[in-house]
């Protein structure tokens, strides 16, 4: 094959990785250039822009909810006689770790904590008011909001991909919009790379989360010095084991090493609970749930015209972007293990499960969390929240069982690390692969070297922050795209298969 036909074919795959790699080296030589763009980038984009990340989201929720219920729910993502490829516990094990279930671990305590000892104006620190905040806003994060847009950008691609017949690619939902000349031409190119790019960096910055939680919980229990040296170790050996997973494809080692940390996560919530105090995690669960019920819509709609908004873009409005920036890569692969699926089951198998078990997950650490720092100062709650990735370990070393409960926090956070990143490489190779579901290996090794590679250079120089609020700040064309899948997907639908399932 002549070079000029391979550079034709590989696109988007030849100049998002000449972009990752300028990251790389940008990250490396300007850090702290690289942190002061990102942060004059992310405000701009949370001022004027804040209300549309938070109507987007209203929207999301609001259009899966109508069309599970509609007639178009009874669409299958296939051909009608196609039967799922997975069982359904290897399939939501594969929805929830290759996700943000890494970051969900890495959150589960430090953030209750940090709305209990620093919520937004109106709410008062430390009191039953800012825990029943607390409690509710971590649901609002690590819930609904999140699912709904792998949901939307998934259920897009498994529509177009399986009952369409067309590739794997995101700009493919835009042809009942613009047509197949402009997705095949420059305008299908720039949504691809974009796609990936986005995609990228918000991949690596998650894994650099596990992997400085890793060593702060290696550190706090083995005095093992979290320096270069570890970060460095680390990422090596769980790269090498990730990639492997991701050649051996999503039949073998993928669907493995999911059911294996979905059991894992299980024992541990087991564990948590029969250590922690139960009947104040079943108060608060009973407590928590009504009260998500009772605010949903106002806490997801949350911006003040007059008052200060610091926290709502900090957190909330930053959350929902940081979503986005998941998005294109867990949509992707949250479609290519639905296949045979209808379009009602993917919604609740994307959207319902995962939320429902996040909030039993919450329910059981945020009351341990809280639980244990009653009768602390607020200051003293501040400075364990300072450091989040040792703020787990701390809380648990007040309980029973805390060196076994640590240890497996770690292998937990080990194996979503390589899920995360495994379910992301095979992503990402398929999206520069023209939306093959069957991307060449040596595009998973190079897009798991790059996310490695670019977890571990920002580490080293000290703050993935950076490359995050970039990524967080670079989803506002994306977000955009979303919105119009969502036109594009009934549109199609109403042409091609409603007359069907009326039948």
């Not at 974009?194 to 894994?207: E, H, I, M, P, R």
């Not at 059991?263 to 541990?268: G, Q, R, S, T, W």
């Not at 059981?364 to 040792?390: D, K, R």
Request: aromatic content about 16%; hydrophobic content about 50%.
């Amino acid at each position: 094959m002549k070079k000029g036909t391979w550079y034709s074919r590989n696109l988007v795959f030849f100049w998002t990785i000449i972009i990752a790699i300028s990251v790389i080296v940008f990250g490396a030589v300007y850090s702290t250039q690289l942190g002061e763009i990102s942060g004059v980038f992310m405000q701009w984009v949370s001022h004027y822009f804040g209300w549309l990340y938070i109507w987007a989201i209203f929207a999301f929720i609001v259009f899966l909810v109508w069309i599970s219920f509609s007639n178009y729910g009874k669409i299958k993502l296939g051909k009608d006689t196609d039967k799922p490829e997975f069982s359904n516990f290897s399939w939501y094990s594969m929805l929830f770790c290759g996700s943000t279930g890494i970051g969900l671990v890495f959150w589960s305590i430090a953030e209750p904590l940090s709305h209990y000892a620093a919520p937004p104006t109106g709410v008062v620190a430390g009191s039953q008011q800012a825990i029943d905040f607390s409690v509710r806003t971590c649901y609002l994060h690590w819930g609904i909001t999140q699912w709904v847009c792998f949901a939307v950008v998934g259920l897009g691609i498994a529509y177009f991909q399986f009952r369409k017949g067309k590739n794997a690619q995101i700009s493919n939902l835009m042809i009942p919009l613009v047509g197949e000349k402009h997705t095949e031409g420059f305008f299908g190119k720039a949504i691809d790379g974009f796609s990936v790019v986005v995609s990228f960096a918000g991949v690596a910055t998650s894994l650099g989360l596990g992997v400085s939680q890793i060593c702060g919980g290696l550190n706090y229990l083995f005095d093992i010095p979290k320096n270069e040296n570890t970060i460095l170790t680390i990422i090596i050996l769980i790269t090498l084991v990730f990639i492997i997973s991701a050649i051996s494809g999503v039949y073998k080692g993928i669907k493995i090493l999911s059911n294996l940390n979905t059991i894992l996560a299980l024992a541990l919530l087991v564990v948590a609970f029969a250590v922690g105090p139960k009947i104040t995690m079943l108060n608060n669960l009973t407590n928590s749930v009504g009260q998500h019920i009772q605010y949903f819509f106002s806490d997801v709609m949350m911006i003040n015209a007059f008052g200060n908004n610091e926290w709502v873009m900090n957190w909330r409005v930053f959350y929902y972007a940081w979503f986005v920036a998941w998005t294109p890569f867990v949509g992707m692969f949250c479609a290519r293990i639905s296949k045979g699926r209808t379009v009602r089951e993917f919604i609740w198998g994307v959207v319902v499960v995962p939320t429902l078990f996040t909030i039993v997950w919450l329910a059981v650490f945020s009351a341990i969390a809280l639980s244990t720092v009653q009768g602390w100062s607020l200051e003293n709650v501040q400075q364990l929240i300072a450091s989040p990735e040792t703020a787990v370990f701390i809380v648990f070393s007040h309980y029973p069982l805390s060196q076994a409960i640590s240890i497996m926090i770690i292998v937990l956070l080990g194996i979503f690390f390589i899920t995360s990143a495994d379910s992301a490489t095979y992503s990402l190779s398929m999206m520069t692969s023209n939306g093959s579901i069957t991307p060449p290996v040596y595009k998973k090794v190079v897009w798991g070297i790059v996310c490695s590679c670019i977890a571990y250079i920002l580490l080293s120089a000290g703050s993935l922050k950076p490359l995050q609020t970039i990524s967080i700040a670079a989803t506002l064309p994306f977000l955009f795209v979303m919105i119009a899948m969502m036109w594009a997907l009934v549109k199609d639908m109403k042409k091609s298969d409603l007359t069907e399932t009326k039948k």
